[in-house]
């Protein structure tokens, strides 16, 4: 895929991610709900260096992730639209990128939905769509190169990156 292009609600903040993610979930876990106001969001995760801030500024929120670790969440400093996320897994490496700023958000659907044990009782799930309970193991539903491409991550976070 080529790059996609996205921003902010105010229009401050423009980005441009690169190729293809390597996954993308529909999280409807409490903590989700409650970080978005909604009921889920939709993160396609990619290594850092692929998400280039083109305009504008960032600046990080720490919220406590549900493996109790830190989760910084990265939002337009005039108007609060929430663009990333880095999670305690694999810190700064990858970024889980909100795919409804992309100015094309339809260019990623989800790899698989999640935490659906928690979705509101009104919430229709997508067929053809892999539905889970609470999450799933990347190495059940993702491509091999993709795959490779997380494991790459977690393997540099272990050995202190990020």
Same mark, same amino acid.
């Given at each position: ?12 903040? +423009? ?133 490779? +491409? ?13």
């Amino acid at each position: 895929m080529t790059a996609q292009e996205g921003g902010c609600a105010c229009g401050v903040v +423009r980005y441009r991610v690169e190729g293809d993610p390597i996954f993308v979930n529909n999280c409807h876990c409490t903590l989700c709900q409650r970080q978005t106001g909604s009921t889920s969001v939709v993160n396609a995760f990619f290594e850092s260096e692929r998400i280039i801030l083109t305009q504008g500024e960032l600046g990080d929120y720490v919220v406590t992730s549900g493996s109790g670790g830190p989760h910084t969440i990265c939002r337009c400093g005039k108007c609060g639209t929430a663009i990333l996320s880095y999670y305690p897994r694999l810190g700064r490496l990858g970024a889980g990128l909100r795919v409804g700023t992309l100015d094309n958000p339809g260019a990623f659907p989800p790899d698989a939905v999640i935490f659906t044990a928690s979705a509101m009782p009104w919430v229709s799930f997508p067929e053809g769509i892999p539905i889970f309970e609470q999450t799933y193991a990347p190495a059940d539903i993702l491509p091999p190169e993709r795959l490779e +491409r997380l494991m790459t991550m977690v393997e540099r976070r272990k050995a202190g990156e990020g």
